[in-house]
């Protein structure tokens, strides 16, 4: 009797196992399609930012995701309205915004090439922070994938070229950085944060804080001077780029750690040079091309590996 109720708590775990890694895939993948929003709204901004200035943009785009999520979403988001909550969804948003204009800025002083590697990993510095702010030791046999995606990313987005350090690296560098702190934050309070909520704040502060700083450095531009290449770029990024792809994010960071959400963001400069292809007709190197199979390969088999210690602690307690 006792060997038939150890066999079938053995098959009960084994199906729940299978079970929780499809939810992971499925919560990774929602991560992949928004760096495919991502990738897509790359190529797009370069012509778009031949209209607009950078900084006017990116205000216009996040504001646009804000009116987007209140439309939609105001009911339930004011009825979730906590003063509770005003302080961990403000150090979101602060790194949000650290992020995405570092990233606009870096442009000015660095090549793209090496500004998408930089922009691109924080996956090196969301283990570290996971330690320090949410206590998560990343296992060991993750490190390959890491060190893998790394390696893949060098090759993507360097190619042939070489490689300098200087103040627009700096501020790539400053770009991932936060990226890793709001990846990190977003997972330690989206356990009892409402989604939508935290991505409606997002929204509105950063495009808050970019008009600002977009009235202080760029002049004010001709809206109605601005075509319709301008506008559409511009709404793409809004609803696509901004509010479509922060419901996948924040709904993924709910359910999977920050680590794979990091792993997942690394596929954006695939993405970026497949829509590059056809909308510049840019073109990879054979080292692009081992890049992009190294990060691919990584993801996917960062996916499937099972969370040991959390299969252990969920069902230890039985």
């Known amino acids: 009797m006792a060997f038939y109720l150890a066999k079938g708590c053995g098959l009960f775990m084994k199906i729940s196992f299978e079970k929780e890694k499809k939810y992971t895939l499925f919560y990774v ?3 992949l399609l928004q760096c495919l929003l991502w990738g897509i709204s790359n190529p797009l901004a370069k012509m778009g930012l031949e209209v607009i200035s950078p900084f006017y943009c990116l205000a216009l785009r996040y504001l646009i995701a804000f009116s987007l999520f209140l439309l939609f979403f105001g009911k339930r988001i004011l009825t979730k309205i906590n003063k509770e909550y ?49 206590k998560q030791r990343i296992d060991k046999k993750r490190l390959l994938p890491i060190i893998s995606v790394t390696i893949g990313l060098y090759f993507l987005c360097n190619g042939n070229s070489g490689f300098s350090f200087g103040w627009g690296e700096a501020l790539a560098l400053l770009s991932s950085i936060s990226g890793a702190c709001m990846l990190t934050f977003s997972s330690k309070y989206l356990q009892d944060l409402d989604s939508l909520l935290v991505s409606t704040i997002q929204s509105g502060t950063t495009g808050l804080f970019t008009f600002i700083l977009a009235l202080i450095f760029e002049d004010f531009p001709g809206f109605t001077g601005i075509p319709p290449l301008g506008w559409g770029v511009i709404l793409y990024l809004g609803a696509c780029c901004t509010f479509l792809a922060y419901i996948f994010q924040n709904t993924a960071l709910s359910h999977i750690p920050a680590n794979y959400v990091a792993l997942a963001f690394c596929s954006e400069p695939i993405f970026t040079a497949i829509a590059s292809y056809f909308l510049l007709g840019e073109t990879l190197t054979i080292k692009g091309f081992i890049g992009a199979i190294l990060i691919m390969l990584s993801i996917i ?16 307690e039985g």
Do not use: D, H, R
């Open 301 to 316: 088999t960062a996916s499937v590996m099972p969370e040991e210690q959390a299969w252990k602690e969920k069902y230890q």
């Open 86 to 134: 005003f302080i961990p969804c403000l150090i979101i948003s602060i790194f949000t915004t650290i992020s995405f204009n570092a990233s606009i800025i870096c442009l000015m002083y660095t090549s793209a090439t090496n500004a998408g590697f930089l922009i691109s990993t924080p996956i090196l510095f969301t283990p570290l922070f996971s330690l320090i702010i949410l």
């Open 29 to 31: 993948n929602l991560v």
